[in-house]
C-alpha cells in the first residue's frame, strides 16, 4: 500500500536558475525510475521523478513551472509537505554497457539511476543535454560517479555543440556506418593490423546493450530513430491525478495502458506500439493536447 | 469468455454481467479498451459534461482502510472530444458503452442527449448524484424525487438510446426516488454513486487531505450500504438494476445480485486487485456456480423481500 506520509524538507538545494533539489530524511525504498506525488495541500498534487534514493533518505529535483512548483519554490528547510509513493515502474538494471540520454528537468532521475547501474557493474555513457550552458543540470555530481559523461548543449556553451540525439547518433549510427563502409583503420586503433576485421572490432567497442532515455518527448521520438536494433526504455511523462491506476489520465493510446502503474518506464516493445507518441498527450480534463 | 456468464441488459446480449462504472479508467478509448480486454462486459465513459472541466485540484483521492475518498470533480474532455473518443473505441470493440452524462438541469441534459444520439453509444446514463461539486452545484438532483422525475422525462422524451438513471446513496427514501425516475420512463437505475461525501486530516499539517476537503467513499467500506439500497430498491420496481459499491471479487457480485442487481459495476477494486480484476472476478462466479450447484447467472436467487 502507499500510505500518504508528511515530512520535513532537510534540505535544499539550487541547482540551476528555476532549478532546485529537494531531499528528505525517509526511507523511500524506491527503484530509478519510479515518482512521487507531492502536495502542500495548498491545491495541486504533482509527479516528480526521484533524483537520488539512500537507505534513510531522498531528493526530487524540480523545475519551476507554473503555480504548483513555484509556490514549492517558496519552501525552507524544515518546511512540511506530504508525499505517495514512491510509484510506477523502473529501469532494467543492466550489467552490460549502456547509454544514457537526458534532456532539461528529466536527466537528475539518471544520477540515482547510474548509481544502481554502476553496483550491478554497469559501463555507463550518459549524454547530459541542455540548450545552453547556464541550463546544464548536475555536471558535478554526474562527473564525480567516474562514468563516461558526454555534456553537451545546443549552442555549444558547454561540452559537446549539439542536442543530445546529435551526439547519441553520432554514437550509434555514424560511427557504425563508418566502420562498416571505411575498413581502413584509424590512427591509435589497436586493429590496424587486421584491416579486415577492424570494422567488426570497432563496432563491437561502440555497441551498446542497452540505450535509456529521460527528457522531452521530442527528444525521446528523435532518439528512436537512431537507435536501431538495441533494447531501450523511455520515460514517459502524462497528467497524473490519483497516481495508483484509477482514474484513467495518465493512459497511453492505443494500449490503455497507465503511466503511473504500468509506466512511466517503458520498454521498446510497448513504445514501439505508441500511437500517441511524439504525436499528443492529454491535459487535465483528458483533452489531447498536440506536441 | 465462458458462456455461463452470458446475460442480457436491456435487449443487449452481454459476454460477462461485469461492468466498468462511470469516471474510472475511462478517459480516453484505449482507457475502455483495457477494461474490454481483460473482462468487462459494458464499460460507461467518464461522465461528460457540455464544456470540458479540469477538475478539481489535488490531492483529489485518499486511502483509507476501507477505501478511498475521491473528489476528481468531473473532470472530461467535454461531451464533444469525449464522444470522439467513445466513437474511436465502439471502432475496435462491438462492447456495449454506457455513456455517461452530467448537467444540473433539463436544458443541458437535453442538449448533451443530442449530441449522445449522434455517437456509437449505446446506453445514455443520467449521473444525477455527483457528491463531489456540492460548492459548485450543491446538493445532487439525485436527492430529490422531483428533479429526478423531471429530467427523466424530458431525456426520454428525445433519447434515442435506453436511459439509465445513476442514483445517490445519500438520501433518505432510495425507494420513491427510484420509483420517480422508473415512472419517469428510466430504462434501468444505475446504484450507487459514491458514498458520503466525507473527509481525511493530515495530522502533522492539520489540513484535509483532499483539497476539495470533501470527497465521496468508494471501495469495500461502501458494500454494506449499496447491497441495503438495492435489496430496498428491487422488489419495488420493474427495471433492471446495475449494482456497484465496493465489488472486489466474486462473492461480492453475486451479494450484489442476490439483493436485486441484473449486472454489477467494479470500480475501484481495480486498485486492489489490477485491471485483471474483471477476469479474476469472472472467474469466481463461475467457481462460486460451480461450488453451489447453479448453472448459469439466471439461476441465482434473489434475496426474499423482508419489511426494513
Ligand atoms: C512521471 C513524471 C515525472 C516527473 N518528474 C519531474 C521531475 O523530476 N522534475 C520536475 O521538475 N518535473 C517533473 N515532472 C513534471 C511535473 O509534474 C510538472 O512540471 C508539475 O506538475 C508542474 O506543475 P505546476 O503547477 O508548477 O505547473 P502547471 O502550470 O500546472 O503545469 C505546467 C505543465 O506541467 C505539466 N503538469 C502539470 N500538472 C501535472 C500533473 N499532475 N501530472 C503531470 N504533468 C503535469 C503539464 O505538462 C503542464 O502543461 C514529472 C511528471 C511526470 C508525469
Ligand atoms: C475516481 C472515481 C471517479 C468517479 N467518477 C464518477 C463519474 O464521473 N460519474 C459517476 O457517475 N460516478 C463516478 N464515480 C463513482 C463510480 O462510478 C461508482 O459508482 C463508485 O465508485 C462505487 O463503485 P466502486 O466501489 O466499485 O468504485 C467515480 C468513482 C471514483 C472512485
Ligand atoms: S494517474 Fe490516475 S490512472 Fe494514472
Redesign the pocket.
Known amino acids: 500500500m502507499n500510505k500518504r506520509i508528511t515530512l520535513k524538507i532537510a534540505k535544499i538545494k539550487d541547482e540551476i536558475k528555476d532549478?532546485k533539489t529537494f531531499s528528505f530524511k525517509y526511507k523511500l525504498n524506491a527503484k530509478p525510475g519510479q515518482?512521487i506525488m507531492l502536495t502542500d495541500f495548498e491545491g495541486?498534487?504533482?509527479?516528480?521523478?526521484i533524483?537520488d534514493c539512500t537507505k534513510d533518505e531522498f531528493s526530487?529535483?524540480?523545475?519551476?513551472?507554473?503555480?504548483?512548483?513555484?509556490r514549492l519554490f517558496q519552501k525552507d528547510v524544515g518546511d512540511l509537505v506530504s508525499i505517495r509513493g514512491a510509484f510506477?515502474s523502473s529501469f532494467f538494471i543492466s550489467n552490460g554497457k549502456v547509454l544514457l540520454v537526458g534532456g532539461g528537468?528529466?536527466v537528475?532521475?539518471f544520477y540515482f539511476f547510474s548509481k544502481i547501474l554502476l553496483e550491478s557493474g554497469a559501463n555507463i555513457t550518459l549524454i547530459n543535454g541542455a540548450r545552453t550552458k547556464d541550463e546544464l543540470l548536475f555536471v558535478e555530481k554526474f562527473g564525480k560517479l567516474g562514468i563516461n559523461l558526454i555534456n553537451t548543449t545546443d549552442d555549444g556553451t558547454f561540452g559537446e555543440k549539439g542536442t543530445s540525439v546529435d551526439i547519441a547518433r553520432k554514437l550509434l549510427v555514424s560511427k557504425l556506418q563508418q566502420n562498416q563502409l571505411v575498413s581502413k583503420p584509424q590512427l591509435g586503433d589497436n586493429s590496424r593490423f587486421h584491416p579486415a576485421t577492424a570494422g567488426w572490432k570497432r563496432e563491437n567497442v561502440d555497441k551498446f546493450d542497452f540505450i535509456y532515455a529521460s527528457g522531452p518527448e521530442m527528444m525521446m521520438k528523435a532518439l528512436q530513430g537512431v537507435i536501431g536494433e538495441i533494447e531501450y526504455e523511455f520515460?514517459?511523462?502524462?497528467?497524473?491525478?490519483c497516481a495508483i491506476g484509477i482514474c484513467g489520465s495518465?493512459t497511453v493510446d492505443p494500449l490503455g495502458i497507465r503511466?503511473c502503474v504500468e509506466?512511466?518506464v517503458l520498454p521498446k516493445k510497448i513504445v514501439e506500439q505508441l500511437t500517441e507518441f511524439g504525436k499528443y498527450?492529454r491535459?487535465?480534463s483528458g483533452k489531447r493536447i498536440l506536441y | 469468455m465462458h458462456n455461463r456468464l452470458k446475460t442480457k441488459f436491456l435487449g443487449f446480449e452481454v459476454r460477462s454481467p461485469l461492468v466498468l462504472p462511470a469516471g474510472i479508467m475511462d478517459m480516453s478509448f484505449s482507457a475502455l479498451s483495457i477494461s474490454t480486454e481483460n473482462g468487462a462486459g459494458i464499460v460507461t465513459s467518464k461522465s461528460l459534461t457540455l464544456e470540458p472541466r479540469t477538475g478539481h485540484k489535488?490531492p483529489v483521492v485518499a486511502e483509507f482502510e476501507g477505501g478511498f475518498l475521491n473528489c476528481m470533480g468531473l473532470c472530461n474532455p467535454g461531451i464533444v472530444d469525449g464522444l470522439a473518443e467513445i466513437n474511436e473505441f465502439k471502432e475496435r470493440s462491438d462492447t456495449p458503452v454506457i455513456v455517461s452524462v452530467f448537467a444540473t438541469n433539463v436544458n443541458d441534459f437535453l442538449k448533451l442527449t443530442e449530441f449522445v444520439n449522434t455517437s456509437k453509444g449505446d446506453f445514455l446514463e443520467l449521473n444525477l448524484s455527483c457528491p463531489n461539486v456540492f460548492d459548485e452545484f450543491g446538493i445532487p438532483l439525485a436527492a430529490s424525487k422531483d428533479e429526478v422525475h423531471k429530467i427523466i422525462k424530458a431525456v426520454k422524451k428525445i433519447s434515442e438510446l435506453p436511459v439509465i438513471a445513476k442514483l445517490s446513496p445519500n438520501v433518505y427514501d432510495i425507494v420513491s426516488i427510484a420509483k420517480a425516475a422508473e415512472s419517469a420512463g428510466a430504462d434501468a437505475l444505475c446504484m450507487i454513486n459514491t458514498v458520503g461525501p466525507g473527509m481525511l486530516i493530515d495530522t502533522k499539517m492539520v489540513k484535509p487531505v483532499l483539497f476539495n476537503k470533501l470527497g465521496g467513499l468508494s471501495g469495500p467500506c461502501i458494500k454494506p450500504i449499496a447491497l441495503k439500497l438495492i435489496y430496498q430498491t428491487y422488489s419495488d420496481v420493474n427495471i433492471p438494476i446495475i449494482g456497484m459499491g465496493g465489488v472486489k471479487c466474486g462473492e461480492d457480485a453475486i451479494e450484489m445480485m442476490m439483493a436485486g442487481a441484473s449486472i454489477v459495476g467494479v470500480g475501484t477494486a481495480i486498485y486492489y486487485r489490477g485491471i485483471e480484476v474483471f477476469n479474476k472476478i469472472n472467474n469466481e462466479i463461475i467457481e462460486f456456480m460451480d461450488e453451489n450447484g447453479y448453472e448459469n447467472l439466471q439461476e441465482i436467487p434473489k434475496l426474499e423481500k423482508l419489511l426494513m
Open positions: 532549478i515518482f495541486g498534487e504533482k509527479p516528480f521523478s533524483s526530487i529535483t524540480i523545475k519551476k513551472i507554473g503555480e504548483f512548483t513555484s510506477g528537468y528529466a537528475p532521475t520515460l514517459f511523462e502524462r497528467y497524473m491525478k495518465c503511466l509506466g512511466p498527450h491535459d487535465a | 489535488g
